[in-house]
C-alpha cells in the first residue's frame, strides 16, 4: 500500500515529520517497506541563472555556457537546444550525484573545453520523462536549493511516498483513511471530518440490475449503481495525475482515475462500464464453463463452472470484483457510463483470482473485505467527483441485494489489559483509544466500526488498546516468587499413560515414528477415510489432501520406503491423532504399531521365522497393560476391513468396548501400500481404557492366594465351523471369580467324530481364594462349564 504525505493530510491535520509517521505506523502493525522522499534526492541541486551562451568551437551541438551560481559565476558546457542567455536552469555542482544517469558530476574537459558542472533536465533528475531540453524555470533566486524551490511552486513533485505491508487481517489499511485513523488514535493528529455527498438522480435509470439466487448467500450481496450521461471523459486534473504517479499508477483517463483514487483513498473499489456499449442489463451470475471474455489487460480468460461474473444481454462483461471487460471499457470517446459498487464475497473472490491468475487492486481489496457500511456513500462520493470533473446528468439509483448486516458488539473489560498484555492503562484511556478508532462506546460495550472486520472478541479489544498505547512500552518484571514445596502433577492421567506407552513400545523393540496427519485421498479410502468432511480445502501437495483416519497408513508409507532401501525387517510404532471427521471432538488417540518381515538377526542359537499375529497380540497386551487396562479381554472377530478377515481379533470389554485390534493386515492393502509382507500391526485405543477407580499414587496390595489350584480338562464335540474362542469364553464365564485361566490345548478332526464335527481340548484352572476346593465344589463348576458351553456352542462333551 502506497501513499504520499500529502495524501495522508487531506485526512490528518497533524503537523508530524515523514520519520515520526514512518516510526508510528511501524509501532502500530502498519510496518514501514519503503519511503521515497524526492526532497533529500534533490537537495545538492540549486538554482543557477545562465549569463552567456556561445558555440563551442569544435562542436556545433554544443555551447561554451557562462553561470551564475551560489559560488560565483562557472563554465559549463551543455548539448541541450535549449541552452541560451536569461534563463533560470537547475545546476549540478561537481560532487553532485546525479541520479537519472547513475553518475556523479566532476571537472572535465569536452572537446578541449573545461566544464564545471551540470544543468539538468527532468529526467536526469527522475521528475519525469522530459529530456528533450534543460529545465527552464519561471523564477527562483541564484543560489537557492532546487528542492526548497520544488516544496513551494510544485509541491506535488516532492510529495514523499510511503509504502506500508499490509497484514491480510488489516483491509482497513488499504485505504488512506483507515492508515490516518490509526495515527489519530496514536495522537499524531486529528481527523478532519470525512467528505460526503449526496446526489439526487434526474430520470430513472435504464439499465436495471439482479443478482442470480444461488449467487446471492456466497457470491454478491448488493449489486448497485447508476448512469451518468452526457460526460466529457478527458485526462484527469493534475493533482489527481501526480497522486496516481506518485503512487506508481499511470494516469488513463478522468473516468477511470476517478475509480483508482477511490480504491486506494477509501478502499472502495469501483468499475465503470461503458452504457452505450451495454447490451440489456446487467446480471450477477454464476458461469456456466467454458465462456470467455476479453479483459481491460487485453488478456483472455476462459471461466470455469461456478465463477461469479457480470453479464449484460451479450454475455460476460466483467469478472465480477476482479477485472472489467475491455469490450464495454471507458475510451475518450465515452459520453454515458454506468458507475458500479457491489459488495462480494471475498472467498469466491480469491478462488476465481487465483483460478484465472489475475492480480488487480480491486481483487487485492475484494478478497481481504471491504467496508460494505460504505458502499452506498462511496458510490455517491464517486458520482460527484464524475459530476464535478465530467460533468453530466446522473440517473437513480438501481440496486439489488442488500447490505450484509455486520453489526457486532463486545464488552470492555478494562482489567483484561492487565492480565492478558502486561501493560497498566488507565480505563479512561482505553475507552477514549477505541472511541478515536472509530467505535462507538454504550456503558461498557463496544460497538465495531463496519470497518473493522478483523474485531472478532473482547481479546481483540484489548489487542486494540495495546497497539495503540505502544507495546514498546512493556516492562520486563521478574516472575512472583514461586511457593516452597513440592508442586502438583501437572500431567493429567491420559498423558502419563501415554508416556508409559511409547515406552513400553520403545522396550519391546519398537522405532517411534512421526508421520504427517495429512495422508493422500487414496491411502484414506483404504483405511476407512477419504471422504469429503476429511478433505483439506488448501493441502500443502496432492499427497497430503485429506486428514488419515487411522496412523497405520504412515507406517505403511514409511515400511514401504524403508523396503525400497534395503531394509526388509522392521517394527514402528506412532501414537498420535487419527481423524473421523473435520470437526472440533471428531478426532481420538491412537496407538498403533507395525511388524514386517522376520523376527529377529540369524544366528548360531535360534532360527528365523516370520513375524505372525500372536507377536503381534503380545506386543499389544504388553502396552494395553502400561496403559492400565484390565487383564481379563475378549478376543472378538469382525475387525475393520483393512485387516485379513480371518486372521485378526478386536480386544474387547464386552461386545461394544474395543480397547484395540491386532492381527495380519489384508493382502490388498500391502498391495496398494507397495509393502512386502508378511506384515502384521496392532491400534490402540487409549480413551477407551477404562479410568482406575480410586485415584491415588500407590498401588493397590497384591492379591496372592496360598490355596492349592485345581486343573480340569473338558473335551467337546463341536460343529466344525465353531471358534475356538466361543469356547472359551462360554467356559469363562461359567464362575468367573473362581475361574482363573481357560486355554485350548488339543483340536482333533475326523475318525468317530463324522463329516463336519471336530473336538477342542481345554484346560480350565480354579484358584480358590477364601478355602480349600472339595470334589463336590469342582464338581459343581465342572457341570456350570459344561451348561454354559452346551448353550453357546452347541457342542456336547465328548465321552
Known sequence: MKFTLSWLKDHL??????????????????????ISDPAARLRDFTIGKVIE??????????????????EGRTQIICGAPNARAGITVVVAKPGVYVPGIDTTIGVGKIRGVESHGMMCSEREMELSEEHDGIIELPSGEVGESFADWLAAHEPARVDPVIEIAITPNR????????????????????????????????????????????????????????????????????????????????????????????TYDRNRPLHVFDADKVVGNLRVHRAKGGETMVGLDEKTYTFSRGQVVIS???????????????????????????????????????????????????????ERGIDPAFNGEGHALATQMILDLCGGEASNLVQAGTVPDVRRAYTLDAARVQSLVGMEIPEAEQRQTLTRLGFRMEGNTAHVPSWRPDIQGEADLVEEVARIASLTKLQGRPMARVQPGVPKPILSVAQRRERAARRMAAELGYNECVTYSFIDKASATLFGGGGDATMLANPISSEMSHMRPDLLPGLLQAAARNQARGQADLALFELGHAFSGGEPGEQHVQ???????????????????????????????????????????????????????????RICLGPKKVLGVFGELHPKVLRAMDVKGPAVAFTLYPGEVPLPRQAGASRGAMQVSDLQAVERDFAFVVDADVEALNLVNAAAGADKALISDVRIFDEFIGGSLGEGKKSLALTVRLQPTDKTLKDADIEAVARKIVEKVEKATGGVLRS
Open 13 to 34: 491535520d497533524t503537523n508530524a515529520s515523514v520519520g515520526e509517521i514512518a516510526e508510528a505506523l511501524t509501532d502500530l502493525g502498519l510496518e514501514v517497506e519503503d
Open 53 to 70: 551562451a556561445e558555440q563551442h568551437p569544435d562542436a556545433d551541438r554544443l555551447r561554451v555556457c557562462q553561470v551564475e551560481t551560489g
Open 171 to 262: 483491509p482497513d489499511a488499504l485505504g488512506v483513511r483507515g492508515i490516518a485513523l490509526d495515527l489519530a488514535a496514536r495522537g499524531l493528529g486529528e481527523m478532519k471530518p470525512a467528505p460526503s455527498a449526496h446526489v439526487e438522480g434526474q430520470y430513472p435509470c435504464p439499465i436495471t440490475v439482479s443478482i442470480d439466487d444461488d449467487t446471492r448467500k456466497e457470491g454478491c450481496f448488493v449489486f448497485a449503481g447508476r448512469l451518468i450521461r452526457n460526460v466529457k471523459n478527458g485526462p484527469s486534473p493534475q493533482w489527481l495525475q501526480d497522486r496516481l504517479r506518485a503512487i506508481g499508477l499511470r494516469p488513463i483517463s478522468a473516468l477511470v482515475d476517478i475509480t483508482n483514487f477511490f
Open 312 to 366: 449484460d444481454d451479450n454475455g460476460i462483461e466483467s469478472v465480477a470484483g476482479i477485472m472489467g471487460g475491455l469490450a464495454t471499457g471507458v475510451t475518450e470517446e465515452t459520453t454515458n457510463v454506468f458507475l458500479e459498487a457491489a459488495v462480494w464475497d471475498h472467498v469466491q473472490i480469491a478462488h476465481t483470482g487465483r483460478a484465472l491468475k489475475i492480480n488487480s487492486d480491486a481483487r487485492y481489496r475484494n
Open 591 to 649: 496407538i498403533a504399531g507395525l511388524l514386517v518381515g522376520k523376527t529377529g538377526p540369524r544366528d548360531v542359537h535360534k532360527a528365523q521365522r516370520a513375524v505372525d499375529l500372536y507377536d503381534v497380540k503380545a506386543d499389544a497386551e504388553a502396552i494395553l497393560a502400561a496403559l492400565g487396562a484390565p487383564a481379563k479381554v475378549q478376543i472378538l472377530r469382525e475387525g475393520p476391513a483393512w485387516w485379513h478377515p480371518g486372521r485378526h481379533g
